[in-house]
């Protein structure tokens, strides 16, 4: 375990006009670790995301990034080609729709491929064996590779999205909702897919979810959100199992069993 | 001899703000510690606050004050006030936890729940895997689940990968709630040998048997809760 953060928020606000979709907002992300923002629909968790995740602009604070040199970065203070060139590399981004992180009209291989060659491949064959491998461990059959993926079903896209995401080996993943929108069967296997492979490959992960089950399953730590605060935050069993505020015990308690 | 758990004055009390914010004290002032090789069974009746300090130690309920010292990588942490990551890694090495109930994960096969807490610690997973059937093995589960997730396995069953699971590490503190509450007798004379084997290992244990008999077996001193409790207090 490394000490030191991988990302530092300090202090984060977004307004819209006079309204705010994110207030104050502080805490760092170690490496290694999966921290799942949870809260309602309105509360912020996108807001948030989007702000961390460079795709939209706080209006205060700022988020420093530990770059591969061991340096912090502010992320609001680099240039617009360092920002896109991290994207591309040190980060991923897993979309709730899935159509909005892939190329639907070009082939599953080529999704894949296109990430790789936007860090400098350029050998055909190693970027079509990488991207081959890569299919194999989000389990799409290699028959699929020359697919688009407007023909493949929910769950696969998904996959999809992960393996373009994760083929550049980056050290920090955003995902929206990566299970929203999918059935229980095919969440099931897609849980199962980011679980295994955050931990083998050491990722660091925020995930925004409504799903308390998917957070407990995927986070070590939790933030809950309401109205643009956050108004807990801990160990992800201490906040499922001991909730202190009342919004919290709320959301805890409205948990369909099964 | 060494003394790796150290709880003083802790008070625990939930909040219920939907229920118009009472309050209700679960532990009062529980002051205790346990030594390595030591078994200390949480003794008194259902509601009592066993179930409560034992996830307080866990990190899974916060404490309202007081401190619980584990001994972690040569010094003390305090997991009443460490935060989430320190909590997680004195999980990892330190503070092992046996629950009720399995927490299933969904295609996650028998074998590998169990081989799970070694591989996170950098174990070999070929080795690791190795050492989850020979666990399961001693604890008689039958070699055709193993590679079938837990979910659907009875109450027995479940219960014995979630037994094997934790007792896998060598942990220098386990926690242990109930493990032998659904088990047949020959199962639960397997698991006394077991929590033998970890005492003489000088492992500190401290655990909630409602089954006499293991009680009896395994039990070096037994610490009445209900004098932590706030009911007895007031009275």
């Given at each position: ?16 006009g ?14 290694g ?15 948030l995301?989007?702000c ?10 700022s ?12 992320l ?5 080609a ?15 729709n ?26 055909y ?19 699929r ?14 996959r ?18 990566p ?8 969440q ?11 931990s083998?490959?050491g ?8 799903d308390?089950?998917?957070a ?43 | ?6 709880v ?29 090789g ?43 006030s460490?935060?989430?990551r ?10 092992g ?21 070694l ?38 069953e ?36 077991m ?6 290992a ?15 077996a ?5 610490l ?12």
């Amino acid at each position: 375990m490394t000490d030191s953060p991988l990302l530092k928020v300090n202090d984060l606000s977004k307004f819209y006009g006079t309204r705010h979709g994110c207030r104050n907002v502080a805490f760092e992300l170690w490496p290694g670790e999966v921290l799942a923002i949870v809260g309602e629909s309105g509360s912020g968790k996108t807001t948030l995301l989007n702000c961390l995740s460079t795709r939209l602009t706080p209006t205060t604070g700022s988020v420093e990034y530990q770059m591969r040199d061991g340096s912090f970065r502010d992320l609001y203070h680099m240039s617009e080609a360092e920002r896109r060139f991290l994207m591309r590399t040190d980060w991923g981004f897993v979309h709730q729709n899935p159509a909005d992180g892939l190329r639907m009209t070009v082939s599953a291989g080529a999704n894949v491929g296109e990430r790789l060659m936007a860090v400098g491949n350029r050998h055909y064959g190693n970027i079509r064996a990488t991207a081959t491998d890569w299919l194999t461990r989000v389990e799409i059959g290699v028959d699929r590779i020359d697919d688009q993926p407007r023909a493949f079903s929910g769950g696969m896209r998904q996959r999809l999205q992960i393996a373009r995401n994760l083929v550049t080996g980056p050290r920090l993943v955003f995902m929206d909702e990566p299970t929203g929108g999918l059935d229980v069967s095919v969440q099931a296997r897609l849980l199962d897919l980011v679980r295994g492979l955050v931990s083998d490959l050491g990722l660091s992960a925020i995930i925004v979810t409504h799903d308390l089950a998917v957070a407990r399953l995927l986070s070590h730590r939790m933030l809950v959100m309401k109205d643009g605060h956050v108004i807990e935050q801990g160990l992800t069993d201490r906040v499922l199992d001991d909730p202190h505020e009342p919004y919290t015990q709320l959301l805890v308690s409205s948990i369909l069993q099964v | 001899m060494a003394t790796p758990l150290v709880v003083s004055e802790v008070f625990k009390s939930f909040t219920m703000h939907l229920r118009d914010g009472i309050r209700l004290p679960v532990v009062s002032d529980a002051s205790f510690s346990v030594a390595a090789g030591e078994c200390v069974v949480l003794g008194g009746p259902s509601g009592i606050g066993k179930s409560s300090i034992l996830k307080m130690l866990y990190g899974n309920y916060a404490v309202d004050s007081g401190q619980i010292l584990v001994s972690h990588r040569g010094r003390f942490v305090d997991i009443a006030s460490a935060d989430p990551r320190t909590v997680l890694a004195v999980r990892r090495d330190t503070l092992g936890y046996v629950s009720q109930f399995l927490r299933t994960v969904p295609r996650v096969a028998a074998l590998d729940v169990v081989a799970e807490p070694l591989i996170s610690r950098g174990e070999d997973p070929i080795s690791a895997r190795q050492k989850a059937g020979e666990l399961l093995e001693k604890l008689n589960l039958p070699k055709a689940l193993w590679q079938l997730p837990p979910a659907t396995f009875s109450g027995g069953e479940q219960q014995r990968v979630n037994i094997a699971r934790g007792f896998i590490t060598d942990h220098a503190v386990l926690l242990l709630d109930e493990p032998t509450a659904s088990l047949d007798a020959m199962n639960r004379k397997v698991v006394v040998a077991m929590i033998e084997a970890k005492k003489k290992a000088g492992v500190a244990l401290l655990g909630i048997f409602h089954d006499e008999e293991v009680r009896e077996a395994v039990a070096d001193r037994i610490l009445d809760v209900s004098e932590f409790s706030p009911q007895r207090r007031a009275a």
